[in-house]
């Protein structure tokens, strides 16, 4: 990975700000040419989706996230370098794929540590579920997958039983990738990486027909 720092004055927004009411994004026009695209859900502070844009130019990749506060992070982390091939947008995942992703549009959806809402009367709060998956089923690409990664034992039971519940997608043999080596996939896994903390992995596949 070769990373490069723009001057001050060279640095360009790659926030998309979604139109109300939601209308479907041409991904080609929106990044000007047809090459592949991957989404990140909750990047946090946008580690990862930094790494991955800089070693695959020729991916496009759009990030979402909930809070404004890291949303402003990852975009202060994109916009220093020249990524020509990444937006970042402050929303809703559910809301974003339902209102504004076409169908078999997306490569890859990565889900790396999603809040695990660990209190029984916060579950419905859980992104994983019926709604979620039947989303991510007519969105990705025959061929297309679905990268999981939490800490969270309780989470880890409930999307598997998700993932298990299902029809649209097939367990794969293809886990989350760490854009670069032994440092770590995302923030939160390099931060349990140093406590010592266990991670549970899984790629899903939506079938090729
Ligand atoms: C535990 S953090 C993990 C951040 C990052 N993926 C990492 O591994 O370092 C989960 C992130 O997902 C965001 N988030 C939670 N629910 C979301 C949703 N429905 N749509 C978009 N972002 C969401 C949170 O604000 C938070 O930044």
Not at 86 to 100: K, M, P, S
Not at 176 to 204: C, H, M, V
């Amino acid at each position: 990975m070769s990373d490069v720092f723009l001057p001050k004055d060279q640095r360009v927004s790659r926030e998309l700000v979604l139109e109300e009411p939601a209308a479907v994004i041409q991904f080609s026009d929106l990044f000007g040419n047809d090459h592949p695209v991957e989404l990140e859900i909750g990047i946090g502070k946008g580690l990862f989706i930094t790494r991955s844009a800089i070693n695959q130019p020729d991916t496009n990749f759009i990030g979402i996230e909930i809070r404004r506060k890291y949303l402003n992070m990852a975009r202060a982390r994109v916009e220093k370098r020249p990524l020509a091939n990444t937006r970042l947008i402050c929303g809703e995942a559910l809301g974003f794929l339902e209102g504004y992703v076409a169908d078999n549009s997306l490569s890859v959806i990565h889900v790396y540590y999603p809040d695990p809402w660990p209190k029984k009367r916060h579950h419905k709060r859980r992104l994983f579920g019926e709604a979620f998956m039947a989303q991510v089923h007519r969105v990705l690409k025959p061929g297309g997958w679905l990268l999981i990664a939490t800490d969270h034992a309780g989470y880890w039971e409930h999307i598997q039983e998700v993932l298990q519940n299902q029809t649209y997608l097939e367990s794969g043999e293809r886990l989350p990738e760490d854009p670069q080596g032994a440092s770590g996939l995302t923030n939160f896994a390099i931060k349990y990486q140093q406590e010592g903390r266990e991670s549970y992995r899984t790629g899903y596949r939506k079938p090729v027909v």
